[in-house]
C-alpha cells in the first residue's frame, strides 16, 4: 500500500529564503506527483505536475523534482515570500487511487 | 469563472439525518472525485468516478454514494449521518484518470451534532 510522508510537518522561515519541502513515497510504480497549496479554510490550488517518466517542473519560481526509484520529490521554492505561506501538500497517482501526503505548513515571516 | 464548484460551502445537521453535497465541473473533464479531509488535515479519497467506471475507496461506509446525473456533476449523498462524519469534503476533476493533474473544488464543511 502506497505511502506518501512529508518532512518537515511545519516549517518557519524570513522572508527572502530559499525553501526545500520534501515529499517521500513508498512505492514507485506512480504514473505522477503532483503538489498543491492550501490556504486555510479553502481548497486545494495545483502547483505542479511531474508525470512519472520527467525529473523536474518549474513554475516561476517554484521548482519541483522526482526521483521515483528512491521514492522521493522536492519542492523548491526561490526568494520566499509572505504571500507563499500556506500548507503545501504533494500527492502520487497510482492507477485510479491518489495518495496525499501529511503536508507541510509553511510560514514566511516578513 | 469557477473551474470547479461545491454547494453548500457549509452544511451543519443532526445524527441519524441524510444529506447531500453537490458538485459542478465546467473543464468538461470525464473524470470525478470525492475527498474526505478529517480534522488532522489528511486527505483521502473516497471514489473516483468517470462515465463508465466507479472506484470505491475500500474503507468509505455503504452510507455514502456518489451519484452523476451527468458528466459534469457528481454529487455525494449521505445516509444516517454519524459524528465521524463531520469533516471537509472536497470534489475535485480530471481530464481522464491516473495521469492528469486534478483540480479541486472550495470544499464542504460539514457538522454533524
Known amino acids: 500500500k502506497q505511502e506518501v510522508t512529508q518532512i518537515p510537518a511545519a516549517l518557519s522561515v524570513p522572508e527572502g529564503e530559499n525553501l526545500v519541502l520534501n515529499c517521500s513515497f513508498t512505492?514507485?510504480?506512480?504514473?505522477?506527483l503532483q503538489w498543491f497549496r492550501q490556504d486555510p479554510g479553502k481548497g486545494l490550488t495545483s502547483l505542479l505536475l511531474?508525470?512519472?517518466?520527467?525529473r523536474e517542473q518549474t513554475s516561476g519560481r517554484l521548482n519541483a523534482s522526482l526521483d521515483k526509484s528512491s521514492g522521493r520529490s522536492t519542492l523548491y521554492i526561490a526568494a520566499s515570500q509572505p504571500g507563499d505561506s500556506a500548507t503545501y501538500l504533494c500527492?502520487?497517482?497510482?492507477?485510479?487511487?491518489?495518495?496525499f501526503g501529511t503536508g507541510t505548513s509553511l510560514t514566511v515571516i516578513p | 469563472d469557477t473551474a470547479v464548484s461545491q454547494t453548500p460551502k457549509y452544511l451543519v445537521t443532526q445524527m441519524g439525518n441524510d444529506k447531500s453535497i453537490k458538485c459542478e465541473q465546467n473543464?468538461?473533464?470525464?473524470?470525478m472525485y470525492w475527498y474526505k479531509q478529517d480534522s488532522k488535515k489528511f486527505l483521502k479519497i473516497m471514489f473516483s468516478?468517470?462515465?463508465?467506471?466507479?472506484?470505491i475507496n475500500e474503507t468509505v461506509p455503504n452510507r455514502f454514494s456518489p451519484k452523476s446525473p451527468d458528466k459534469a456533476h457528481l454529487n455525494l449523498h449521505i445516509n444516517s449521518l454519524e459524528l465521524g462524519d463531520s469533516a471537509v469534503y472536497f470534489c475535485?476533476?480530471?481530464?481522464?484518470?491516473?495521469?492528469?493533474?486534478?483540480?479541486f473544488g472550495p470544499g464542504t464543511r460539514l457538522t454533524v451534532t
Open positions: 475535485a476533476s480530471s481530464r481522464r484518470s491516473g495521469y492528469y493533474e486534478q483540480y
Open positions: 512505492d514507485s510504480a506512480i504514473y505522477n
Open positions: 511531474i508525470q512519472s517518466s520527467q
Open positions: 500527492a502520487v497517482s497510482a492507477g485510479n487511487q491518489f495518495y
Open positions: 473543464l468538461g473533464h470525464d473524470t
Open positions: 468516478y468517470n462515465n463508465k467506471e466507479l472506484i
